[in-house]
Structure formats: structure tokens, C-alpha cells
């Protein structure tokens, strides 16, 4: 995906989708992790479900230790934002 595209994406895009972009991301980012891996269908799931407090939980348990802290910050923060539509 071109760059120009991805930020177009960023700014008209839902939350909710991209929570979705997000999963696609850290499937390539964080590849080697399986555990995190095998839990993507729940996350993903949950979301389109609007279960935003599911999709936490998976998150919190399922994540890497060493995930980039912004990663895991602008996560829960869209996380916020398509549960109360800011």
C-alpha cells in the first residue's frame, strides 16, 4: 500500500476500520509472534461485533511484551474512539 494512500486512509476511515487496518499491520510487524497471531481472528471478530471490551481483553492478554508502546497506545486509543464515536 502506497503511503499517500495509508494516510488518505487514516483520515477518512472509521475508527473501527482502523482497528482493522491495525491487525493487518501487526501481522507483518510482529510476525514471529503466534500467540499474538492466533488470536487475530477473535480481535477481528470482536470489532466488527462493536465488542470493544472483548477486543481489550484479547488485547491486553494476547499482546507481545515488547510491542512498540506506540503501537499499543494508538490501538487502545481508537479502541476509545469507536466505542464512543469520537
Keep these: 500500500m502506497s503511503l499517500i494512500r495509508r494516510i488518505w486512509d487514516v483520515w477518512t476511515n472509521s475508527a473501527q476500520e482502523e482497528l482493522i487496518q491495525m491487525l493487518d499491520e501487526f501481522a507483518e510487524d510482529y510476525s514471529q ?3 499474538f497471531l492466533s488470536v487475530f481472528g477473535l480481535l477481528e ?24 508502546p506506540v503501537d499499543r497506545e494508538l490501538f487502545f486509543e481508537l479502541l476509545l474512539d469507536a466505542q464512543y464515536g469520537y
Design 33 to 35: 509472534e503466534e500467540r
Design 45 to 68: 471478530d470482536a470489532l466488527i461485533d462493536e465488542d470493544y471490551e472483548r477486543a481489550t481483553l484479547l488485547f491486553e492478554r494476547y499482546a507481545p511484551d515488547f510491542m512498540r
